[in-house]
């Protein structure tokens, strides 16, 4: 009789954003684990299934490299939202003033009846309102760009301390196979 080779395997599931599956499946498979599945989640995500061998060598090791991996992950998608972030804030609050004056210029046209400058000035204001709102988004573009060009070279360095994470991890594992 044939004796078979037994491999137990310790199971994780882990969510990541559609977008960023490939990467996430580059993370942990840098960790030794070997991808069993794929799920579509909720809205805009997908449920990875891993697993790894239990008896892994450098297993602690793996783990704390992993968990520094995610940390990072975390840190640069944090990054990412925050070019944008302030920007948002900024067009949201400027967008709702433009609206009121817009507004406040179609009140004054027809609350005050039978009177020309009240007409005129309603006019006026609403023009302003419009042009307020044209302008928001090239103010929203101005300030996105300006944080994007302040956070892209922090970017390229956690991208970078996320590579020497993946490497530290993958040579732990080579270091298995000889």
């Not at 008896?55 to 975390?74: I, M, P």
């Not at 179609?106 to 039978?114: A, Y």
């Not at 023009?127 to 709102?133: A, D, K």
């Amino acid at each position: 009789m044939q004796e078979k080779d037994f491999v137990s395997y310790e199971y994780k599931t882990v969510t990541a954003k559609a977008k960023d599956q490939t990467r996430a499946m580059d993370v942990y498979e840098a960790f030794g684990w070997e991808i069993a599945g794929t799920t579509a989640s909720a809205v805009d995500g997908v449920t990875l299934s891993l697993k790894r061998d239990r008896k892994q060598k450098h297993r602690a090791e793996l783990n704390k490299l992993e968990r520094q991996a995610v940390e990072t992950l975390g840190t640069i998608d944090g990054l990412e939202r925050a070019k944008t972030t302030g920007a948002n804030v900024f067009a949201y609050i400027f967008g709702v003033f433009a609206a009121l004056v817009f507004g406040g210029g179609m009140c004054l046209c027809m609350l005050v009846e039978n009177s020309i400058p009240a007409l005129i000035g309603g006019i006026v204001l609403g023009l302003i309102g419009l042009t307020l709102c044209g302008v928001n988004y090239v103010i929203y573009k101005k300030i996105a760009s300006a944080k994007t060009k302040q956070l892209l070279p922090v970017i390229d360095q956690t991208e970078e301390k996320l590579a020497d994470l993946l490497e530290k991890g993958n040579d732990l594992l080579k270091t298995d196979l000889i």
